[in-house]
């Protein structure tokens, strides 16, 4: 009996450390943290000349002033109105994406940024990286590995953003 109980005291009391806890991230928290845009970008409003009074522009800058104060269901609302007068306007088109992904509306986000993401012009680049956001947000590892490997190619400004959220990828696979 004293055996067992001297066994059982060792037993309890060694000095083997336990395994170290390691803090795992689920991959849904990895996913969350991915599609967070910390800041969107920023708009730098330019001055309306004379000429420049037509509708389109009218609520182009209207919602770019939505945009800039935060307000994204509004200014999603007043660059629809601009995109019904001027459906060309490139502008109106990359920033009503963001606006969708800001208010968690991934696939309409997706729908606008695509627009843009096929074409050679100014906003190719942030629209592959803000759509492989949204894809994120939709957990769609494979279409948001795309949209990264498309913003990489480009060597835009997100580029070295765009290769780490890979290496992240590789390793929830």
């Not at 849904?28 to 920023?42: C, F, K, N, S, T």
């Not at 060309?88 to 963001?98: I, P």
């Amino acid at each position: 009996m004293l055996v067992s109980a001297v066994f059982l005291y060792f037993f309890r009391h060694s000095t083997v450390p336990d395994r170290p806890r390691l803090a795992v991230e689920s991959q849904a928290q990895i996913l969350q943290q991915m599609a967070l845009v910390q800041e969107p970008p920023a708009f730098v409003a330019s001055p309306a000349g004379a000429g420049e009074a037509d509708r389109a522009e009218e609520k182009f800058q209207q919602g770019m002033r939505e945009y800039s104060a935060g307000s994204y269901p509004e200014a999603i609302l007043r660059l629809e109105e601009a995109l019904q007068v001027d459906p060309e306007n490139m502008a109106a088109t990359f920033y009503l994406g963001v606006c969708l992904l800001m208010s968690d509306q991934p696939d309409k986000a997706i729908a606008q940024l695509s627009k843009l993401a096929t074409a050679e012009n100014s906003y190719a680049h942030e629209s592959h990286w803000y759509s492989a956001k949204a894809y994120f947000r939709k957990s769609d590892l494979g279409a948001a590995r795309r949209e990264l490997e498309a913003a990489v190619a480009s060597g835009g400004m997100h580029a070295p953003e765009a290769r780490k959220a890979l290496e992240k990828i590789d390793v929830l696979r």
